[in-house]
């Protein structure tokens, strides 16, 4: 049976170099060779969960960019807007794992191949069919010329009825809070559903009383206002009202990821008709199994992976 819903997603696709060893990354000698990228990881999970998963990119014209096309081709996401283009080497960063599953990323990313991506590329071909737009902060922090193709694309969206998610993903080593501040202003009259960390959206916003996250959802009519906090759960303000789910109990190896797995499981359960609790429990389930994994998406579950896993089900492997 073919997809039901499909889903958009725009940005850069990274080599991922993650360590052999645990610790300080200057005494790592080894390295494996993984594919990362927040919106590609956002994608895969919605491909996998068994969405419809288009994903809009540009890669090097090298080893690295085949690599990369291929995975994501493997995974089932349709690749119809990714080039590739010469004299711009695919991306690359380096992850250091401390032995709690928390981490850092080095970017080597100067001269992005997605700096090629231009306004014009955002059409009404593009996203015909399209029931979802994801976009997320990363891809607006690389170039001050990406924020002109975010415009575009979410005028189109607003023109075609098409709802947008966006998930802030702040790295302060790309831009500054200020103009992350600046853009999200431009951004957030145009989202639906905001998918934000707790720490990034007290960044953002100055502050992370119940208070100011209604104010903000408010005055930027943002109908969904869901609030990340790892092992604390998560909460969402819809429509006036509170709703809260637990996190689930694992033994994390790597949190890296673990968002933009959440992020796949919130809009798969959004577009499927879940209620507002069993959203957030889907999506608190993604997120906790993308921990218990190496890699920035090798955890992402499938459906009939993360189901039982919610439900405590037991599952027979012989």
């Given at each position: 049976?073919?997809?039901?819903?499909?889903?958009?997603?725009?940005?850069?696709?990274?080599?991922?170099?993650?360590p052999h060893e645990n610790g300080p990354l200057r005494f790592v000698s080894g390295f494996s060779r993984k594919v990362g990228g927040a919106e590609l990881n956002f994608a895969?999970?919605?491909?996998?969960?068994?969405?419809?998963?288009?994903?809009?990119?540009?890669?090097?014209?090298?080893?690295?960019?085949r690599v990369i096309y291929n995975f994501a081709r493997g995974e089932g996401i349709d690749v119809s807007n990714v080039e590739f283009v010469e004299g711009y080497p695919t991306?690359?960063?380096?992850?250091?794992?401390?032995?709690?599953?928390?981490?850092?990323?080095?970017?080597?990313?100067?001269?992005?191949?997605?700096?090629?991506?231009?306004?014009?590329?955002?059409?009404?071909?593009?996203?015909?069919?399209?029931?979802?737009?994801?976009?997320?902060?990363?891809?607006?922090?690389?170039?001050?010329?990406?924020?002109?193709?975010?415009?575009?694309?979410?005028?189109?969206a607003k023109e075609m009825g098409i709802p947008v998610s966006f998930d802030p993903n702040l790295r302060l080593k790309m831009w500054t809070i200020e103009e992350a501040r600046?853009?999200?202003?431009?951004?957030?009259?145009?989202?639906?559903?905001?998918?934000?960390?707790?720490?990034?959206?007290?960044?953002?916003?100055?502050?992370?009383?119940?208070?100011?996250?209604?104010?903000?959802?408010?005055?930027?009519?943002?109908?969904?206002?869901?609030?990340?906090?790892?092992?604390?759960?998560?909460?969402?303000?819809?429509?006036?009202?509170?709703?809260?789910?637990?996190?689930?109990?694992?033994?994390?190896?790597?949190?890296?990821?673990?968002?933009?797995?959440?992020?796949?499981?919130?809009?798969?359960?959004?577009?499927?008709?879940?209620?507002?609790?069993?959203?957030?429990?889907?999506?608190?389930?993604?997120?906790?199994?993308?921990?218990?994994?190496?890699?920035?998406?090798?955890?992402?579950?499938?459906?009939?992976?993360?189901?039982?896993?919610?439900?405590?089900?037991?599952?027979?492997?012989?």
């Amino acid at each position: 049976m073919s997809p039901q819903f499909a889903v958009l997603t725009i940005g850069d696709g990274l080599i991922t170099l993650n360590p052999h060893e645990n610790g300080p990354l200057r005494f790592v000698s080894g390295f494996s060779r993984k594919v990362g990228g927040a919106e590609l990881n956002f994608a895969i999970g919605c491909a996998r969960l068994g969405l419809q998963s288009k994903w809009v990119s540009r890669l090097g014209n090298d080893e690295f960019g085949r690599v990369i096309y291929n995975f994501a081709r493997g995974e089932g996401i349709d690749v119809s807007n990714v080039e590739f283009v010469e004299g711009y080497p695919t991306s690359l960063n380096f992850k250091e794992i401390r032995e709690d599953g928390s981490g850092k990323t080095f970017y080597y990313r100067q001269q992005s191949p997605i700096l090629t991506l231009k306004p014009e590329d955002m059409t009404k071909e593009l996203l015909e069919g399209i029931n979802m737009l994801h976009l997320s902060g990363v891809f607006l922090s690389i170039d001050p010329g990406n924020r002109k193709i975010i415009e575009r694309v979410l005028k189109l969206a607003k023109e075609m009825g098409i709802p947008v998610s966006f998930d802030p993903n702040l790295r302060l080593k790309m831009w500054t809070i200020e103009e992350a501040r600046t853009t999200f202003e431009e951004v957030f009259p145009y989202v639906d559903i905001l998918l934000t960390g707790l720490d990034e959206i007290e960044l953002i916003l100055g502050e992370s009383s119940e208070e100011a996250l209604v104010e903000c959802a408010e005055r930027f009519n943002i109908g969904q206002f869901v609030i990340k906090d790892g092992a604390n759960g998560a909460r969402a303000y819809i429509d006036g009202n509170w709703y809260e789910k637990e996190a689930f109990v694992v033994k994390p190896i790597d949190t890296v990821g673990a968002g933009d797995g959440f992020d796949a499981g919130y809009i798969y359960a959004y577009l499927n008709g879940y209620l507002p609790e069993e959203r957030l429990e889907l999506a608190n389930g993604v997120g906790a199994l993308v921990t218990t994994v190496s890699g920035d998406n090798e955890g992402l579950p499938y459906l009939d992976e993360v189901l039982p896993f919610i439900h405590k089900e037991i599952v027979i492997e012989r």
